[in-house]
């Protein structure tokens, strides 16, 4: 059974980081990736280490969240920097079946964690 399971994540002031980590068992993923989801709005794609090593942002988060990947344990990381109050929500750890996907396609993903709140106040 593959279960991927977050930790991490809590209350922050703007400025303040956060760090979030997704362990995976039952299988290895070469792709994994973090999503969140505010309240009202729709789920969208945060950051990825894709299956060739390279780490995608969205353009919200580039240059301050920095996503990594430890291979050898298959836990996936996002360090979270200078954070603001629009960071708010839940952040879901995903993974695909297969490589070389549009990294920010939900409906790619077939394998998502049970999320972990991440809340910014200003």
């Known amino acids: 059974q593959v279960e991927l399971l977050e930790s991490g994540g809590g209350s922050v002031q703007a400025g303040g980081s956060l760090s979030l980590s997704c362990a995976a068992s039952?299988?290895?993923?070469?792709?994994m990736a973090w999503f969140r989801q505010a309240p009202g709005k729709e789920r969208e794609g945060v950051a990825a280490i894709q299956c060739d090593g390279s780490a995608t942002y969205r353009d919200s988060v580039r240059g301050r969240f920095t996503v990594s990947k430890d291979d050898v344990k298959t836990i996936l990381h996002l360090q979270m920097d200078n954070l603001k109050p629009e960071d708010t929500a839940i952040y879901y750890c995903?993974?695909?079946?297969?490589?070389?996907?549009?990294?920010?396609?939900?409906?790619?993903?077939?394998?998502w964690g049970q999320g972990t709140q991440v809340t910014v106040s200003s």
């Open positions: 995903a993974a695909p079946s297969t490589c070389s996907i549009t990294w920010d396609a939900l409906e790619k993903y077939s394998y």
């Open positions: 039952g299988r290895t993923f070469g792709h």
